[in-house]
């Protein structure tokens, strides 16, 4: 399902160059669901639930050289999917973006027990639906979250991407402040597979604010107690990372 489509017709005699813009706030609701994951979509527990083949602020559907401008931020709302959630979905055209983007935790499961099939449904904030190049652009302007970086739930939040497509540029926002992609470790900033790219005026906070080493070690003393390493302390927080990564 889709909040907004902006589309094009098929016209073989002429070539229109047509450009799209929109000012609205874009909320959209997935059925009221409170926990759509991927564990839910892998067993066909759905029933009662909203979709999980995918849902999206915006799609842009028009001619290679049609373009849509956002200028309304983008927000799932009243509801909490985890699997196929986007921001915007640019199947063909150009997509210029300069609202924020907030979507919940992409696909809610172990990172140890996601499958390279499972990576396919995770949640992104502009998604080009195109494996030609030429096909799309993807121009972005403001903030981009992808659900939780901290608290128990983080290191559930797997795989997502902040921008994925082809032919990429950012900038900072209207008010001249840097754009700012965050994301959970076990996922991804940006990631372009072909075309130009030029990244600029972009603040990029992917997983943890510091390097972190191997897992937690322990030991066993002569009278069969347990000790924790705690060589990586920084501030009274240890600094390892998790097991289940």
Request: proline letters at 0%; glycine letters at 12%.
């Amino acid at each position: 399902g889709y909040a907004l489509v902006f589309g094009s017709t098929n016209d073989t005699l002429n070539s229109y160059n047509t450009t799209a813009n929109n000012y609205l706030d874009i909320k959209f609701n997935n059925n009221s669901d409170t926990g759509l994951t991927l564990a839910n979509e892998k067993s066909g527990n759905t029933s009662g639930r909203g979709t999980y083949k995918g849902i999206a602020g915006i799609l842009v559907n028009t001619g290679t050289d049609d373009t849509v401008i956002n200028k309304g931020s983008i927000k799932e709302d009243g509801s909490t999917t985890h699997v196929r959630t986007y921001g915007a979905v640019v199947n063909k055209g150009n997509f210029k973006n300069w609202g924020d983007i907030t979507l919940n935790s992409s696909l809610m499961a172990q990172a140890k027990d996601v499958t390279e099939e499972d990576l396919k449904k995770v949640n992104i904030g502009i998604f080009a639906n195109d494996s030609n190049r030429n096909n799309t652009s993807i121009e972005h302007h403001g903030d981009i979250k992808i659900g939780n970086t901290s608290g128990n739930d983080a290191e559930k939040n797997i795989g997502g991407f902040g921008i994925y497509g082809y032919n990429i540029k950012t900038g900072a926002k209207e008010d001249g402040t840097d754009s700012t992609i965050t994301i959970n470790r076990n996922s991804y900033g940006i990631f372009s597979g072909d075309g130009n790219v030029d990244i600029q005026g972009t603040k990029l906070l992917v997983g943890n604010d510091s390097v972190l080493g191997h897992t937690q070690n322990s030991w066993t003393d002569n009278n069969g107690n347990i000790h924790q390493y705690d060589r990586q302390i920084e501030s009274n927080v240890r600094k390892y990372t998790d097991p289940n990564d």
